[in-house]
């Protein structure tokens, strides 16, 4: 991971990337028990947004010896994906990201209820289970996940996952 987070700092101040975010089930760690995830996810605001927009980023990788895996690009041990922002939510879930120290380096972690919307509005299966296991860990509260929904134009979905998963009577 110590050698993922050099790179993005590298990448940060070259300007290939202008903001980033840990997120999806590696950032989920920071809040809830380890879960089995295969890659890190990242979140990232980068200048060009046109068809090439990953372009720089595998340019760069590339000049360092970091080679793509399929939709990844391999950074030693961890096949990393950087994925755009792609919508409101995300662009914002990374602008709002918190500083972690993981292996003694400073890294933006997406937030815990951003996380949870994030997954309500993919809504998979495990999704759910992330949304339950943030709640459970209280990393986040029913409040903050019910206000970003609406903010989001989700508070259908939440109303309904609430119902399912969370309703006691």
């Given at each position: 991971?110590r050698e993922l987070?050099q790179?993005?700092?590298e990448?940060?101040n070259a300007?290939v990337?202008?903001?980033?975010a840990i997120?999806?089930?590696l950032?989920?760690?920071r809040y809830?028990e380890a879960?089995?995830?295969?890659?890190?996810?990242?979140l990232?605001?980068v200048?060009?947004?046109?068809l090439?927009?990953?372009?720089p980023?595998?340019?760069?990788?590339?000049?360092?010896?970091?080679l793509p895996?399929?939709?990844?690009?391999?950074?030693g041990s961890?096949?990393?994906?950087?994925?755009?922002v792609?919508?409101?939510?995300s662009?914002?879930?990374?602008?709002?990201?918190?500083?972690?120290?993981i292996?003694?380096?400073?890294v933006?972690?997406?937030?815990?209820?951003?996380?949870a919307?994030?997954?309500l509005k993919?809504?998979?299966?495990?999704d759910?289970?992330r949304i339950?296991?943030?709640?459970?860990?209280?990393?986040t509260?029913?409040e903050n996940?019910a206000?970003?929904a609406k903010?989001?134009?989700?508070?259908d979905r939440?109303?309904?996952?609430?119902?399912q998963?969370?309703?006691?009577s």
């Open positions: 991971m987070i790179l993005i700092d990448m940060l300007g990337l202008k903001n980033y997120f999806d089930a950032a989920q760690m809830t879960v089995v995830t295969m890659d890190a996810d990242i990232i605001g200048e060009d947004e046109g090439a927009v990953l372009s980023i595998y340019a760069f990788c590339k000049d360092r010896g970091y895996e399929g939709e990844a690009i391999r950074v961890w096949p990393a994906q950087f994925i755009p792609f919508d409101d939510l662009k914002d879930a990374m602008e709002s990201a918190e500083r972690d120290d292996d003694g380096l400073r933006r972690v997406v937030r815990a209820d951003y996380l919307v994030m997954a993919v809504g998979r299966a495990k759910r289970l339950l296991a943030l709640l459970e860990s209280e990393a509260t029913i996940i206000k970003l903010q989001y134009n989700l508070l939440w109303m309904k996952f609430q119902e998963f969370l309703d006691e």
